[in-house]
C-alpha cells in the first residue's frame, strides 16, 4: 500500500473521502436513528427555536440575566446557521419543496444578520468551485486575505461594513463572481446578490444601527457639555428596541463575529489551486478560539472536513472528526497553522520584493 508521501494529490483527497465517509456510513448503521435525516434536521431546529424563544421569556419576566440571555440564544443562532449550511446543500427535505423552503426561512429569520439563505446557496456553491481565489466572493466578503487592522475587523463585525469600507473593492469582486456564472445566469445572479438583505437584514440592521447610536450618543454626547434630544416616537420605542437587542441583535452579532473570523482565518487565499482540497482550509483548535467555537458549533474544528464530503451534515462532522482529523492529518492538512494570520491567510510566505 502506498504511503501518503507517495500519493498524488488527488489520491490524498480521494483517501480522505473514502474514509470519512465510511466512518459516516458506520455510524449510521451503529445508530439507525441518523438514517432520518430530515427528523434530525427538523428536530434540531425546534430545540433551537425553543430554546431562543425560552429564553427570551425568561429574561422578559425576570428570570434570567441580560448576561446570560445574550450567550444562551447566541449558542441556540448558531445551530441555526450549521444547519442553513446543510440546507443550501439541499440535506433536508430536498423532495419536498414547502418544507425545504420553510426551514430556510425560519433559520434566516434565527439569524437576520446575514444575506438571505437563497442568494447565499449561489455563493456558497460557488465557493466551493473557487474557494481560495479572488473569484470566491463568499469568503472574501467576510475579511479573507485582507491585511489585519481595523477595517478588517470592523469587516468582521458587520457584512454591509464590507460595503461601506472597500466599495470599489466589493464591486470588483462581484463583477469577478458574476464573470464565472453561466452567461444564461447573471442577470439573476446579480439581482440575488443586490436583493440578498432585503426584507429581514435591512431591519436587523436598521434595528442595530439605531441602538448602537442612541446609545453611544447619550454616552459620549454629555462629556462635551451638551444634551442629547431624540424625537418621541425615538424614547418611546427604545424600550422596545432595547429588549429586542437582547434577544435578537446582540446575539446574532456575537454569533457571526466569532463564525465570521474562524472562518475568514481557517480558508486559505490567493496562493493555491481551487481543486487543491488539501490546501483549501486548515483545522483550528488553539485553545484561545474556544469562546469563538462555542457561538459557531466548533466551526474551526469541523469545517475543513465539509470541504472534502460536501453532503455530510453537521452533527455527523462533529461525530467523526476524530478519524477525519487522523486521516487528514496523514494526507498533509494543516492544523492550527497560526502564521496564516501574518501571511494574511496565504498558504505560503508573503513574497516580497
Known sequence: MSTSSEMTDQQRISKVRTVVTQAGEDLRNRYPILKHQNFIGTSILGFAWIGMILCAL???????????????????????????????????????????????????????????????????????????????????????????????ILIISDQLMSVYLRPFQMFK?????????????????MISQLLGFVPLSILYYGLFYLFVVFHVSNAIVPLFGYEMRWSQVVIEAMPIINFIAVIWLIPNFIRSFSLQFVSSNMHYYGDIDPRDVIKQTQVLTPWWMMPFQLFCCNFGATHAIHHFVVKEPFYIRQMTSKTAHKVMKEVGVRFNDLGSFKRLNRWNDIQTK
Open 173 to 189: 469582486m462581484i463583477h469577478l463572481f458574476l464573470e464565472k456564472q453561466p452567461e444564461k445566469e447573471r442577470k439573476i445572479a
Open 58 to 152: 425568561a429574561y422578559a419576566y425576570g428570570y434570567l440575566s441580560v448576561w446570560l440571555t445574550i450567550p444562551l440564544i447566541a449558542i441556540f443562532a448558531s445551530l441555526t446557521h450549521e444547519l442553513e449550511h446543510d440546507l443550501i446543500h439541499y440535506m433536508y427535505f430536498k423532495k419536498t419543496p414547502w418544507a425545504h423552503h420553510l426551514m430556510l426561512a425560519l433559520v434566516w429569520l434565527a439569524r437576520p444578520n446575514t444575506i438571505s439563505p437563497w442568494a447565499r446557496r449561489r455563493l456558497h456553491l460557488h465557493h466551493h468551485k473557487y474557494s481560495g481565489t479572488e473569484h470566491d466572493l463568499e469568503e472574501r466578503g467576510i475579511s479573507n486575505g485582507m491585511p489585519w487592522g481595523i477595517r478588517r
